[in-house]
């Protein structure tokens, strides 16, 4: 018996995700059908059907938004009319709420039969409360990758199951056989070029300043990107460091350097958990513009700003944001934890303890199974 699923990502994340997910779906239906939005990875999972606007579609911020406001209201009715031209037995979503949760409203105002299932849920614990209960009587099923949110989104009556953290498998590819270099310290600015700008040419003055008290250390920066790394080498050379302080540069070694490094300072975002689940020891830094940091506050009812003191519940990692986000204060962390063998491994024991409620490897084949669960029980 045939199936079909419309599925929408819009991001470059949510595209490798949802490409494993359709993977592991087909593996699993293999007379299976998908149509819907995301990038080149769905694209070759799914086929034709999917079409790629990853790259148009991953803009960040209120403003971008709204100058692309006319171009995402054309996207969202062209694919209305499809799903409900096509009347798919579900529609899988993957994270972007801003599109994704109105989407989800629309589509079950016109096709009430149409299994609606959130894969990676939306922050909205964080932000937004108040949608939770909107979100359970327009969902079926929420897949969530953090082990605290089932009972939040099942508080509001939606049925939640907690499938783990994709990171968890795609770490295991990651792993290297290598041992710490006791005189190397990372540099972990971010991937966004307005992160970097902000927080790279701090961390570069923090190397300088513990250099001068520690002349044999080292230190590392990862690049996400060779035009960031063209960007950060820029922020090096204008630093005008000693001949003697030398950062290299590397893009794409981020995983690499967050198990050879002895310690770190980690921009937060997903790299924050990425550090963990590698074992390293650092410290976070969040720095945003200040009219957005203040909007922020107003909005985002969290006690921590970093993934893995959000899902230990406690402050597991220090967390330097704002102005605290200095070279001072990073050189102090860092100069602790790179000559304080005692407390590097207990903070070590720590981020061990925290990654491992991020679930199991097999993320994406659950989801999948569930998914599945849910097809085959509407055709019963």
Excluded at 13 to 18: A, C, E, F, L, Q
Excluded at 62 to 74: I, Q, S
Excluded at 189 to 210: D, K, Q
């Amino acid at each position: 018996m045939s199936h079909s699923i419309y599925i929408i990502a819009g991001e470059v994340s949510g595209d490798t995700h949802g490409a494993h997910l359709m993977d592991a779906m087909s593996r699993q239906l293999p007379e299976l059908e998908f149509r819907g939005a995301g990038g080149p990875a769905m694209r070759d999972a799914g086929g034709d059907g999917v079409t790629d606007w990853v790259e148009d579609a991953a803009v960040m911020g209120f403003w971008e938004v709204l100058k692309h406001y006319r171009w995402f209201k054309c996207r969202f009715y062209e694919m209305l009319d499809e799903v409900v031209a096509w009347k798919p037995e579900a529609l899988v979503l993957i994270d972007y709420p801003g599109f994704n949760l109105r989407f989800a409203a629309a589509v079950r105002e016109r096709l009430p039969e149409t299994k609606i299932i959130y894969y990676i849920s939306p922050q909205v614990w964080a932000w937004n409360k108040g949608r939770i209960p909107k979100m359970a009587e327009v969902l079926d099923l929420m897949l969530c990758i953090f082990p605290f949110e089932k009972p939040i989104f099942e508080s509001a009556g939606l049925e939640t199951q907690f499938v783990g953290h994709p990171l968890v498998d795609e770490l295991e590819d990651q792993r290297e056989q290598v041992t710490r270099a006791e005189d190397l310290v990372g540099l972990f600015p971010g991937s966004r070029e307005r992160e970097v700008n902000r927080l790279f040419p701090m961390m570069v003055e923090a190397a300088r300043r513990m250099h001068s008290h520690y002349p044999d250390w080292r230190y590392e920066a990862a690049a996400a990107s060779k035009k960031l790394e063209g960007q950060m080498q820029v922020m090096i050379e204008e630093a005008k460091l000693p001949e003697s302080c030398e950062i290299r540069l590397k893009t794409g070694n981020s995983h690499s350097l967050m198990q050879r490094a002895t310690c770190g300072v980690v921009a937060s975002g997903t790299a924050t958990l990425e550090a963990a689940a590698l074992g390293l020891p650092y410290c976070l830094v969040y720095k945003l513009a200040w009219p957005t940091y203040a909007l922020g506050k107003l909005l985002v009812k969290v006690e921590y700003i970093g993934l893995v003191n959000i899902l230990a519940g406690e402050g597991v990692v220090e967390e330097l944001v704002q102005s605290d986000a200095d070279p001072g204060h990073v050189e102090r962390i860092l100069s602790r934890l790179m000559t304080d063998r005692e407390e590097r491994e207990a903070l070590c024991q720590r981020l061990e303890r925290t990654a491992s409620r991020l679930g199991d490897p097999g993320a994406h084949e659950r989801a999948a199974q569930a998914i599945v669960d849910v097809l085959e029980l509407t055709n019963k």
